[in-house]
């Protein structure tokens, strides 16, 4: 199955560009997300990848996406207190399949 | 649009009783939802696959007899916990997918499930 694997914490100052960085293996994955979980409350779509783009850029947010190395990273620019939250990459694999894999989640805090 | 609402929020109960839990698309047609469970500062475990009008498919080392799900409509679907038992206390979190062609799954708010 699907491994989905993120650093479990990231810490930045008000203001900074923040990066989260996630790994996957398989290399059929075809939709690549990013959802927000903020404590107590469920997750939120940030935003979503392709597997055929490179990158994909909403407001602050910024995707990108190495096939080649399985890598997928979300950056956020001009990182507010508001942002602070969990962070989780998710991917569905090919083949027809509904279900995603979630990533470990990464723990933004953002310092005032 | 794609929201997706749970009721109830939070839920305590005693040992040995069932909750149910709804999930309800607002604003479009699930035929799929999923229902998922969250331990404290871990990632969502999928619990199972609930499809409009058939029979759930559960993942592996759920018990389907305990936890019942039904999808009796394209708007809800319910999960209930059967004999509910401390270890049950978990946050549960259902999710649906809206059909429109990128199988973006959409998630309600969750539901913080307390056994005493």
């Known amino acids: 199955g699907e491994d989905v694997e993120q650093s479990l914490f990231l810490s930045v100052r008000e203001g900074d560009s923040s990066v989260i960085n996630c790994t996957y293996t398989?290399?059929?994955?075809?939709?690549l997300y990013w959802y927000k979980q903020e404590p107590g409350a469920g997750l939120q779509l940030l935003t979503y990848?392709?597997?055929?783009?490179d990158m994909k850029q909403d407001q602050r947010l910024t995707v990108l996406l190495n096939k080649k190395d399985k890598h997928l990273s979300l950056r956020i620019a001009d990182t507010q207190t508001g942002d602070s939250a969990i962070y989780f990459c998710a991917v569905l694999p090919g083949g027809g399949y509904q279900k995603v894999t979630f990533g470990t989640g990464t723990k933004l805090q953002v310092i005032p | 649009g794609a929201v997706v609402s749970q009721h109830p929020s939070r839920v305590i109960c005693k040992s040995g009783t069932s909750v149910k839990i709804e999930c309800r698309s607002l604003?479009?047609?699930?035929?799929?939802m999923f229902w998922y469970r969250q331990f404290p500062k871990q990632s969502l475990m999928l619990m199972a696959t609930?499809?409009?009008?058939?029979?759930?498919?559960?993942e592996q080392g759920v018990e389907k007899d305990k936890f019942l799900i039904n999808h009796a409509s394209l708007t809800l679907s319910t999960l209930t916990v059967t004999s509910a038992h401390p270890e049950d206390s978990s946050f549960y979190i259902c999710?649906?997918?809206?059909?429109?062609?990128?199988?973006?799954?959409?998630f309600g708010p969750g539901t913080r499930l307390t056994v005493l």
């Open positions: 604003d479009f047609q699930a035929t799929t």
């Open positions: 609930s499809n409009e009008g058939s029979k759930a498919t559960y």
């Open positions: 990848i392709f597997s055929n783009m």
């Open positions: 398989d290399s059929s994955s075809t939709y």
């Open positions: 999710s649906a997918l809206t059909g429109r062609g990128t199988d973006t799954q959409y």
